[in-house]
């Protein structure tokens, strides 16, 4: 796992946006893991102005996003379909075609999940995956006691969640319970994996998920056993971390170490 911890949360979505564009420009046809929330709205700012300033292409790449809330149509201001496409998709070359995001309205949950695994597996696997973090330590809507080993299933979310996320609904009552959600050993079957966290808020999560032991009560922690993780803070989520140190001296030293 790697910590790059940037002064401010423009700085480590540039530097995430890059690690992505890399990824991109080495190959085209990617499979992008995609997350919802605040946090990765940075690197999709900079990924559209890569995009449209430097030709960024995404018009062979494929997407898969992490969940979605149960009950809420594609088309509802506060469903991650919504999300995504205001935010991100209708600013790029992504084909229409090549984007999956769960179902938050489907007849039958249980054969959409196995699809949509299904689908991950016919497209060759995420290349890389994006991350936010919740207080709670969840990835994805992976909450406390999420099998590390899960896959995309039905979730019913902690109530600390319910109340962060309550801040998009216009009353807490409106925010749904039940999410469709990739599970952590979905997510862990990606080739490589970038969690971002911003603020204040997420800096004791980000000490339990970095430095503390691995845990499905703090379902981020499963990244320690990825080998290609990165984890990109901004100062104050990486406020709480003991070895901040000794991930600045890493960060520093390693692009003198021999590349072959
Ligand atoms: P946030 O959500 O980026 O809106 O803080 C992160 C998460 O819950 O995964």
Not at 111 to 120: D, K, P, S, V
Not at 156 to 166: H, K, P, R, V
Not at 195 to 206: M, P, Q, T, V, W
Request: charged share 20%; proline share 5%; net charge negative.
């Amino acid at each position: 796992m790697e910590v790059i911890i940037e002064k401010t949360y423009e700085q480590m979505s540039i530097a995430a946006a890059q690690e992505v564009a890399i990824i991109l420009n080495a190959k085209p046809n990617s499979v992008l893991g995609m997350a919802t929330g605040s946090t990765p709205l940075g690197v999709y700012q900079q990924l559209v102005k890569l995009h449209k300033e430097q030709g960024l292409d995404f018009s062979q790449v494929t997407t898969f996003n992490l969940d979605e809330y149960v009950g809420l149509p594609t088309d509802h201001p506060q469903s991650y379909h919504h999300f995504m496409h205001e935010n991100f998709f209708k600013h790029v070359n992504i084909p229409l075609q090549n984007i999956y995001i769960p179902s938050g309205t489907t007849s039958n949950y249980r054969a959409f999940c196995q699809w949509f695994e299904q689908r991950i597996r016919e497209c060759g696997g995420i290349d890389l995956q994006i991350l936010g973090i919740g207080s709670d330590g969840h990835i994805a809507f992976n909450e406390p006691s999420s099998s590390l080993s899960s896959r995309t299933r039905l979730k019913t979310l902690a109530q600390s969640t319910i109340e962060d996320n309550s801040r998009f609904f216009d009353r807490p009552e409106d925010v749904p319970i039940y999410a469709i959600t990739m599970g952590v050993g979905t997510i862990m079957e990606a080739d490589r994996i970038i969690l971002l966290a911003s603020g204040e808020k997420k800096a004791d999560a980000i000490a339990k998920a970095v430095e503390g032991p691995v845990t499905s009560m703090i379902t981020a922690s499963a990244l320690q056993m990825h080998a290609k993780s990165r984890v990109y803070l901004d100062t104050a989520a990486a406020s709480k971390l003991q070895m901040r140190n000794y991930y600045d001296w890493i960060n520093e030293n390693k692009p003198g170490a021999p590349q072959v």
